[in-house]
């Protein structure tokens, strides 16, 4: 996906919000979506089971409006984190601009962050992308469980976060707390890759 | 219920301060942009309204032979 078309004076960014199942991705889209003006509310699209899991992807698409002379829009899907739906997670992988890795901050849930982290790096690298360059933030939710269940933050950065990328330690998505912080510290990463010589132009 | 007027203002506030982050950042990086699409516009503009001097690379200028060619290879 083209980051910025000069010719139409347009700026899309694709934002996919990854991690393992139940982590609170859907959840950071709601608290987006529910924060919108009236007048900029698109409408997200969400698949979900009975048992409100993710069945294929959540996408918010954001209107954002003519910012400098660009028509700025930003597009937010979520990923189905159960492990046996790895394919839909290539496909709305497809064309990504940044990477919102939300792991879930209970220590059991260790092996899960884990995997899921590793699923991400295979699938960007299949999709011909760096996975040591990617903008990419981590964001450790739930951190308003009790302490005893959780790992400390300390023990998350050195397990998930080696590439040293932003991270958000007081997440709890639930409430919202840490949701848009997350997406503003996305939305710089990957708004600085326009003058980046690496930049996709179309 | 002016508990839940000043969440609703800082619940907008939120977005607001989001987009006026990322408008910054915008802002920013557009002068970049300008710089470097124009020269090539520029060069794209000149390219197209050009006309092609002979002796310039894929320039034909001896047509018959060009023909006999094409004639030989269509064979």
Redesign the interface.
């Known amino acids: 996906m083209s980051v910025v078309n000069y010719g139409t004076r347009e700026i899309t960014c694709k934002i996919v919000y990854y991690g393992p199942g139940r982590s609170g991705k859907t959840t950071n889209l709601q608290h987006v979506f529910s924060q919108l003006p009236d007048e900029r509310k698109g409408k997200m699209v969400s698949l979900a089971t009975d048992t409100d899991r993710t069945l294929f992807f959540d996408f918010l698409p954001l209107d954002l409006g003519t910012i400098s002379g660009f028509a700025t829009r930003f597009q937010l899907y979520t990923v189905p984190g159960q492990v046996y739906y790895a394919a839909t997670r290539k496909l709305v992988l497809q064309g990504v601009d940044g990477v919102v890795f939300v792991a879930d901050s209970q220590s059991r849930q260790r092996a899960e962050n884990i995997e899921s982290l590793q699923d991400l790096h295979a699938n960007l690298a299949d999709e011909g992308l760096d996975p040591r360059s990617v903008p990419l933030v981590m964001q450790y939710n739930k951190r308003d469980l009790p302490p005893a269940e959780l790992s400390p933050v300390e023990e998350m950065d050195e397990v998930l976060n080696f590439r040293g990328v932003p991270h958000f330690s007081a997440a709890a998505a639930i409430g919202g707390k840490g949701v848009f912080e997350t997406l503003r510290s996305i939305s710089t990463l990957v708004l600085a890759r326009l003058s980046a010589p690496a930049t996709r132009e179309s | 219920m002016a508990k839940e007027a000043s969440r609703e203002a800082e619940?907008?506030g939120?977005?607001a301060?989001?987009?006026a982050?990322?408008?910054k950042?915008?802002?920013q990086?557009?002068e970049?942009?300008d710089k470097?699409?124009t020269p090539v516009a520029a060069a794209a503009a000149e390219k197209k309204l050009r006309t092609p001097i002979a002796g310039e690379p894929g320039v034909i200028v001896e047509w018959p032979s060009i023909a006999d060619r094409m004639i030989e290879e269509m064979r």
């Open positions: 619940e907008g939120e977005f301060d989001f987009l982050d990322v408008s950042e915008i802002a990086r557009v970049s942009l470097r699409a």
